[in-house]
């Protein structure tokens, strides 16, 4: 606002007395260079055209309409004393000279109030813009010091969603405890949901095989006692799905003072826990960020089913293959999330087994492969990409196409390799997605569909 202030003040216009003076001035200095100029017609009466009209018309542009009307009346007022005392020769008062002095000074005054008041007004808005401009920065500046500081709190961690998962299951490998119902898992499990899910207040109930909620939690955020009876928990291991409220309904209004229910339950349906969420940011309670916890305690039961089972090598027997496949599929399924499984062909040489063990040792934290042979001895690898839609395995394809080039020098089908995708469909199950590839094979099929 201090900003703008000297900018409005340059339109207003100078003080009055200025103006007075000024007025006053050039009028009496109009008739006093005219006498200078031409005693006897200091007001160029005489000559074609009279140039002292030009006192009115400034002061009419310079002050407005009631100047330019002043300084038009004293010069005549100045005129007819001359014409009284015989300072000019006239044979009449030249009333046609003063109209037209006068309606000079006041066209060009009510021209310069007219467009004073537009600036004025303009000026006004130009500062009403500004104030709400500098409102806006102000507002942008400290959203953006939020948004930086989140920024470094997510930046400063060290996992990111498929290293957590790959953690989550190394600790299944390094501290499992069967005694317990979530296999000494509990802490690790709500601190992975609290770190992706912004959740503050929240409890993790073990559920039982016939789907009886334990009556103590067995780890907890925060200190608020969440009873295990609650009708949303009650729901969410009925549905065995994820259910929550709407954010405009009150404790009272809904029947709980839970926000959303998550249960970690595998692809088959088996439900090992569920964690009531009581209290989260409330930027994070929408649907990308309840899904993401959906999908995550898909992955954590998952994790608890299969156990070491649950791996990340490429396996003979696929087994492992087809639990990642099942949850491939009911993420999509369930949560339009893609996955692609990329078939590769490879011939009887020699470098298909440098080229096996190459793109194998390439894959991300989550891809899935699935060795086997076909009729003829040649090897087949199977992989399942999952979060990957149908134009990141184009990409990965590219990057293997690349990576023989270098190596070899050549291309995929030079180098004995043949590859297809398949998308994985909302219809399709995990079953028959292995029978049609493990078909492939038995026919000795160099190209998978």
């Not at 925060?222 to 009876?229: D, L, R």
Request: aromatic share 8%; glycine share 10%; hydrophobic share 45%.
């Amino acid at each position: 606002m201090a900003a703008a202030t000297p900018e409005l003040e340059g339109v207003k216009p100078p003080p009055i007395w200025l103006a007075v003076v000024e007025t006053g001035a050039v009028t009496v200095g109009t008739a006093l260079a005219g006498y200078w100029i031409q005693p006897g017609d200091p007001f160029f009466l005489h000559d074609s055209f009279s140039w002292t009209v030009l006192a009115p018309m400034l002061m009419g542009l310079r002050y407005g309409f009631a100047h330019g009307f002043g300084c038009a009346l004293g010069l005549i007022l100045v005129m007819a004393v001359a014409w009284r005392r015989d300072i000019i020769v006239l044979t009449e008062f030249p009333s046609q000279f003063a109209v037209g002095w006068m309606v000079s000074g006041m066209l060009a005054g009510e021209f310069a109030d007219v467009w004073m008041r537009r600036v004025r007004r303009q000026a006004v808005i130009s500062d009403f813009r500004r104030q709400r401009l500098d409102e806006f920065a102000r507002a942008y500046h400290l959203l953006k010091v939020s948004h930086d500081t989140l920024e470094h709190k997510v930046a400063g961690s060290t996992q990111n969603l498929r290293e957590a998962l790959q953690t989550l299951r190394r600790q299944l490998l390094s501290a499992k405890d069967p005694s317990r119902p979530l296999l000494g898992l509990e802490n690790a499990i709500v601190a992975l949901f609290a770190q992706y899910g912004w959740i503050q207040t929240g409890a993790l109930f073990t559920v039982d095989e016939h789907g009886k909620v334990a009556a103590a939690p067995s780890a907890r955020l925060g200190e608020m006692e969440i009873k295990a009876n609650d009708a949303l928990i009650m729901h969410a291991v009925d549905k065995a799905a994820l259910v929550s409220v709407r954010p405009e309904m009150s404790p009272t209004e809904r029947g709980t003072e839970l926000l959303a229910v998550v249960p970690i339950a595998d692809a088959r349906g088996r439900t090992w826990a569920v964690l009531a969420i009581r209290e989260m940011l409330f930027v994070a309670f929408q649907a990308d960020n309840l899904k993401l916890l959906a999908v995550l305690g898909g992955h954590v039961g998952d994790i608890l089913t299969y156990g070491a089972g649950w791996s990340s090598a490429a396996d003979e027997t696929g087994d492992s293959f087809v639990h990642h496949l099942e949850r491939a599929v009911e993420d999509r399924r369930r949560y339009d999330l893609p996955a692609v499984i990329l078939a590769m062909s490879f011939d009887a040489s020699e470098r298909a087994g440098q080229l096996v063990q190459s793109i194998l040792g390439q894959r991300r934290g989550l891809d899935q492969a699935h060795l086997l042979k076909s009729k003829s001895g040649e090897p087949r690898v199977f992989l399942l990409m999952p979060f990957t839609d149908e134009r990141g395995g184009e990409g990965y394809l590219a990057r293997l196409r690349r990576m023989v080039n270098e190596r070899y020098g050549t291309d995929l089908e030079s180098a004995g390799l043949t590859t297809r995708m398949r998308v994985v469909g909302k219809g399709d199950t995990a079953v028959g997605l292995m029978d049609d590839l493990r078909r492939g094979v038995d026919a000795g099929e160099r190209a998978v569909a």
